[in-house]
Nanobody, 124 residues
């Protein structure tokens, strides 16, 4: 069982930045595909960014391309989501997720483990 613990959420003004972190308990972290999802009330979780175990391949939702960057440090083991130029529409609960598959996962059903979520609020 992989445990994921997120941190770094909070309140920020539009145009500001936040960095989310997600630390895993799993020693085989380096073999996991990872992703960040977000969810707003009444809506489904949607994928924001994903990264393969090798860090070679990444995916970004169109809404965050050029503003968000996903990265991972397998030695820590932690996955990050750097969020710049934040907009009020980025307000959501952000979840990190892991999958026992080397490749990219594009939907929540492809992920096996989830963090508890961290609130990001962007004020206008």
């Amino acid at each position: 069982q992989v445990q994921l613990v997120e941190s770094g959420g909070g309140l920020v003004q539009a145009g500001g930045s936040l960095r989310l972190s997600c630390t895993a308990s799993e020693r085989t972290f380096s073999r996991l595909g990872l992703g960040w999802f977000r969810q707003t009330p009444g809506k489904e979780r949607v994928l924001v960014a994903a990264i393969t175990f090798s860090r070679i391949n990444t995916y970004y939702a169109d809404s965050v391309k050029g503003r968000f960057t996903i990265s991972r440090d397998n030695a820590k083991p932690t996955v990050y989501l750097q969020m710049n130029s934040l907009k009020p529409e980025d307000t959501a609960v952000y979840y990190c997720a892991a999958r026992r598959n080397y490749g990219l996962g594009y939907s929540d059903v492809e992920y096996d483990y989830w963090g508890q979520g961290t609130q990001v609020t962007v004020s206008s």
